[in-house]
């Protein structure tokens, strides 16, 4: 699992079969596949706590299982960049937590993150990630766009620079919804459809029906109603993941239901 998630021809069977796992929902099955390396290997203990967290932003549960997962990695952690990664971890569970409305840990993701900051070098492979995520931060929780564009951009060419594809679909989606929100609808639509067509390539199947919403959300017509069917149907095919996708998703037509 090279970056965020992506998977190369030479990557080792277990990263190959964690990143299947992961792409298709099932984090608690990838999270158990790294348990063995994740007592001991800094490394392992890191990305597991990743795949836990990411099933907390992603279905609202799993919160106690994640805060296990990130002591033990923060407990591992020996130099900077382990430190730096874990605190990035803790910053992305807080805003996790704050974002779903569990409890408001605004306050400690913001810390959290700006620790990272401290601690990870410019040229860490983890500092595109951070500058993401203080991103989200600036436009979900402190309604401040104009941080949030600086961050993606620098976590754009981030990603850019270390050719993480999963990374680079994600600064693709948020650039896009902050230029939708200007009402840059060009601008919006080429990032929208960047991004989905990204995750599609990777297979990353979690991340598609977001994606599909979000460029159906810079369209209209039929084209739009083609993208929010096609999200429903990965969705339902999911298992209604992302949860918080639910609302924005109309139920199909009773022949299609009957079909399904």
């Given at each position: 699992m090279?970056g965020?998630?992506t998977t190369?021809?030479d ?10 796992l992961?792409s ?10 790294l348990?063995p390396g994740?007592?001991?290997d ?5 990305q597991?706590?990743s795949?836990?967290?990411e ?5 609202g549960?799993?919160?106690t299982?994640?805060?296990d997962?990130l ?9 900077d ?5 874990a605190?990035?971890?803790?910053g992305?569970?807080?805003y996790?937590?704050?974002l779903?409305?569990?409890?408001d840990?605004a306050?400690?993701?913001s810390?959290a993150?700006?620790r990272?900051?401290?601690l ?15 991103g989200l ?5 402190a309604?401040?766009p104009?941080?949030?564009?600086a961050?993606?951009?620098r976590?754009h ?7 993480d594809?999963?990374l ?13 929100r200007?009402g840059?609808?060009a ?7 960047e991004?989905l067509r ?7 199947l979690?991340?598609t029906?977001?994606?599909l919403?979000?460029?159906?959300d810079?369209?209209s ?8 069917a ?6 339902r095919l999911?298992?209604?993941v992302?949860t918080?996708l639910?609302p ?6 009773p022949?299609?239901?009957e079909?399904?």
């Open positions: 090279s965020t998630g190369a021809d990557d080792p069977p277990l990263q190959t079969a964690v990143w299947r992961r298709r929902a099932c984090w608690t099955d990838a999270a158990a596949l348990e994740a007592a001991t800094p490394a392992v203990a890191l597991r706590t795949l836990l967290i099933r907390c932003l992603y279905t549960t799993g919160w299982d994640a805060e997962a002591r033990t990695a923060e407990a591992l952690a020996h130099d960049t382990e430190r730096g990664t605190a990035c971890e803790r992305y569970l807080a996790a937590s704050t779903l409305g569990v409890r840990r306050d400690e993701a810390v993150l700006s990272a900051a401290a990870l070098s410019p040229t860490a492979p983890g500092r595109a990630l951070l500058d993401l995520r203080r931060i600036a436009q979900n929780i309604d401040a104009q941080s949030a564009l961050a993606y951009r976590a060419a981030g990603a850019l620079a270390q050719g594809a999963l680079l679909s994600s600064t693709w989606r948020h650039l896009a919804s902050l230029a939708l200007e840059e609808l601008e919006a639509r080429h990032g929208f459809a991004s990204i995750r599609e390539e990777l297979g990353f979690v991340g029906a977001p994606a919403i979000s460029l159906a810079a369209g017509g039929p084209e739009a109603a083609r993208l929010r096609e999200a429903g149907r990965l969705f999911l298992g209604g992302p918080w639910a924005r998703l109309e139920p199909p037509a022949e299609t239901a079909a399904n």
